[in-house]
């Protein structure tokens, strides 16, 4: 069994998100309001990796076919887009 509940619990995630049934690569993806961060978890190895993003990320989406991860803040107004293979941040696209 994979922590993962442990592990969303040691950052204080404030959203999580899966993608659509039958994409390639399982994951769960957790916003972290603290630590202004995203942590992706491999579901099939348990491997995360986290990186940063807009304040205080509120909402987070998955697109459908899994490639990119989209957080959203509200404080900053922007939607911050992550690309799912690399976990490196994409941009931001404004909001509101």
Known sequence: MI???RLIAGVAAAALALPAHGVAQAILVAGNKPTNTVTLVDL???AARSL???DQPEG???RPDGREVWAASNTAGTISVVDV???ERRGDDQCG
């Open 60 to 62: 987070i989406g998955v």
């Open 3 to 5: 922590p993962v509940l």
């Open 52 to 54: 940063r993003v807009d």
């Open 85 to 87: 293979a690399t976990v």
């Open 44 to 46: 099939a190895t348990g």
